[in-house]
């Protein structure tokens, strides 16, 4: 009996030293990659910085692609795989089409900038390297820099079935935005904040076209809509337009990360209605108007959003590896 009581014991400590690393990974933390590879900031900022100097779309690219990917199994970087023929990965479904490549290609570029130091080749998951490239354009194109917590496994599917039903839609009301971000742990102040990257986005106009030409009988140009901003629009996006067409989702200041959204929202300039309906809504309008004048205020509540968003779905242990490319499975 103790013997088999001390193959029990030897069975349950193999366990726990098994489920260690596991538990460890669970884990984000600055400096994450001290020991591993003690560079890879400076690594990945260097090669986000010479993308950023190649194309400014580089910036609401990368944002999106994060923002993407955190929304749909986790921030594990499975909207970067690329589908094969039996498996049509998560990039494919309809609402990441519009997915600008240069969003892509910013972050392979900067893991094989990474992989190509020798002590930090495949030690560093995509993930990770998408929530620092994050963070890099975001400070490029004016916005607040932050501390990003690192430790993310990359993931093992992707599949445009996930897609469904879990992103945001141009079209969607304070209730449908609020219930999809509390899906993911984030509050109703974090969805007003990460909205603000809007500042930087840009838009087909086939996403808004309703708003313009079509939005009800007795309205065919959306109410809510700036009359000025509305013939803008119109003149911008003919009703044949060509659908490559994109127009700057900030009307004022589209290549600088700013509060400035809110004071467009203030005067009927929200682009889509997701947009808008911060301010229509009497829930949301106090924090617009609040963030239209003070930058400062707005800075530290997107910091708090976007670090929560960065710990949506985080995969460890057996569940996630580091891919050797980004854009294919091990």
Same mark, same amino acid.
């Given at each position: 009996?103790?013997?088999?009581?001390?193959?029990?014991?030897?069975?349950?400590?193999?366990?726990?030293?098994?489920?260690?690393?596991?538990?460890?990974?669970?884990?984000?933390?600055?400096?994450?990659?001290?020991?591993?590879?003690?560079?890879?900031?400076?690594?990945?900022?260097?090669?986000?910085?010479?993308?950023?100097?190649?194309?400014?779309?580089?910036?609401?690219?990368?944002?999106?692609?994060?923002?993407?990917?955190?929304?749909?199994?986790?921030?594990?970087?499975?909207?970067?795989?690329?589908?094969?023929?039996?498996?049509?990965?998560?990039?494919?479904?309809?609402?990441?089409?519009?997915?600008?490549?240069?969003?892509?290609?910013?972050?392979?570029?900067?893991?094989?900038?990474?992989?190509?130091?020798?002590?930090?080749?495949?030690?560093? !998951?995509?993930?990770?390297?998408?929530?620092?490239?994050?963070? %890099?354009? *975001? @400070? /490029? =194109? #004016?916005?607040? +820099?932050?501390?990003?917590?690192?430790?993310?496994?990359?993931?093992?599917?992707?599949?445009?079935?996930?897609?469904?039903?879990?992103?945001?839609?141009?079209?969607?009301?304070?209730?449908?935005?609020? !219930?999809?971000?509390?899906?993911?742990?984030?509050?109703?102040? %974090?969805? *007003? @904040? /990460? =909205? #603000?990257?809007? +500042?930087?986005?840009?838009?087909?106009?086939?996403?808004?076209?309703?708003?313009?030409?079509?939005?009800?009988?007795?309205?065919?140009?959306?109410?809510?809509?700036?009359?000025?901003?509305?013939?803008?629009?119109?003149?911008?996006?003919?009703?044949?337009?060509?659908?490559?067409?994109?127009?700057?989702?900030?009307?004022?200041?589209?290549?600088?990360?700013?509060?400035?959204?809110?004071?467009?929202?203030?005067?009927?300039?929200?682009?889509?209605?997701?947009?808008?309906?911060?301010?229509?809504?009497?829930?949301?309008?106090?924090?617009?108007?609040?963030?239209?004048?003070?930058?400062?205020?707005?800075?530290?509540?997107?910091?708090?959003?976007?670090?929560?968003?960065?710990?949506?779905?985080?995969?460890?242990?057996?569940?996630?590896?580091?891919?050797?490319?980004?854009?294919?499975?091990?």
């Amino acid at each position: 009996m103790a013997r088999f009581i001390d193959v029990l014991l030897v069975l349950s400590l193999s366990l726990s030293f098994c489920l260690l690393p596991e538990t460890a990974s669970a884990q984000l933390r600055r400096n994450f990659y001290a020991k591993t590879c003690p560079n890879v900031e400076s690594i990945v900022r260097n090669a986000v910085t010479q993308k950023f100097r190649q194309t400014f779309v580089t910036v609401p690219a990368t944002i999106r692609l994060f923002f993407h990917d955190c929304f749909v199994q986790g921030c594990d970087a499975s909207v970067i795989i690329q589908s094969t023929g039996s498996n049509k990965a998560e990039k494919d479904h309809p609402d990441n089409l519009s997915l600008a490549g240069d969003g892509f290609d910013t972050v392979i570029k900067a893991k094989q900038a990474v992989d190509a130091v020798p002590g930090c080749r495949n030690k560093v !998951s995509c993930a990770d390297i998408l929530a620092m490239a994050t963070r %890099d354009v *975001i @400070a /490029l =194109s #004016g916005g607040p +820099s932050y501390a990003v917590e690192l430790g993310r496994l990359d993931g093992l599917s992707s599949t445009a079935a996930s897609v469904n039903g879990k992103l945001p839609q141009p079209t969607f009301n304070l209730n449908q935005l609020n !219930s999809l971000f509390a899906a993911n742990g984030l509050s109703q102040t %974090d969805m *007003i @904040a /990460l =909205s #603000g990257a809007h +500042s930087v986005g840009f838009s087909h106009c086939s996403k808004f076209s309703n708003r313009i030409y079509s939005f009800s009988r007795q309205s065919p140009v959306d109410p809510t809509l700036n009359r000025a901003y509305a013939t803008q629009l119109q003149q911008m996006c003919p009703r044949n337009v060509d659908p490559r067409i994109a127009i700057n989702m900030d009307p004022n200041t589209p290549r600088r990360f700013d509060n400035v959204y809110y004071n467009n929202l203030q005067q009927g300039k929200g682009l889509f209605t997701s947009d808008q309906v911060l301010f229509t809504d009497q829930r949301s309008r106090p924090l617009v108007n609040a963030w239209a004048t003070n930058s400062q205020a707005f800075n530290n509540a997107f910091v708090t959003a976007i670090t929560k968003l960065g710990r949506v779905g985080v995969n460890t242990g057996k569940n996630g590896n580091i891919r050797r490319r980004c854009d294919a499975f091990n």
